[in-house]
């Protein structure tokens, strides 16, 4: 099965930027995102790429988060720049395999495979 391991996450000042990297194996034909949850919330859908290649974004990070995959580094990343306090969350990464030919982008409910999560935590 695929594994993913984030890691990228800090501490970082209003308008700052990071990136999260997602150590994946074994992820062929997997559909991958990033997902986030902040304290007392439900998670939510940040950003995902499916199998050929087309990328889904929350409307809210929309212009300021990209994701990507290095299949050389067999990495998966979020570049987040632009970042606000409301940002803050602790970010997974995941994947699930195709159903029916789709991917469910954005979907939590679709995603059965999970890490363990990075925080990010944005200072005003």
């Known amino acids: 099965q695929v594994q993913l391991v984030e890691s990228g996450g800090g501490s970082v000042q209003a308008g700052g930027s990071l990136r999260l990297s997602c150590a994946v194996t074994?992820?062929?034909?997997?559909?991958l995102g990033w997902f986030r949850q902040a304290p007392t919330k439900k998670r939510e859908g940040v950003a995902s790429?499916?199998?050929?290649?087309?990328?889904t974004y929350a409307d809210s990070v929309k212009g300021r988060f990209t994701i990507s995959l290095d299949n050389t580094k067999n990495t998966l990343y979020l570049q987040m720049n632009s970042l606000r306090p409301e940002d803050t969350a602790m970010y997974y990464c995941?994947?699930?395999?195709?159903?029916?030919?789709?991917?469910?982008?954005?979907?939590?409910?679709?995603?059965?495979?999970w890490g363990r999560g990075t925080q990010v935590t944005v200072t005003s």
């Open positions: 995941a994947a699930h395999t195709q159903d029916g030919g789709r991917c469910y982008g954005l979907d939590v409910r679709g995603y059965n495979y």
């Open positions: 074994r992820y062929s034909n997997y559909c």
């Open positions: 790429l499916s199998t050929t290649g087309s990328t």
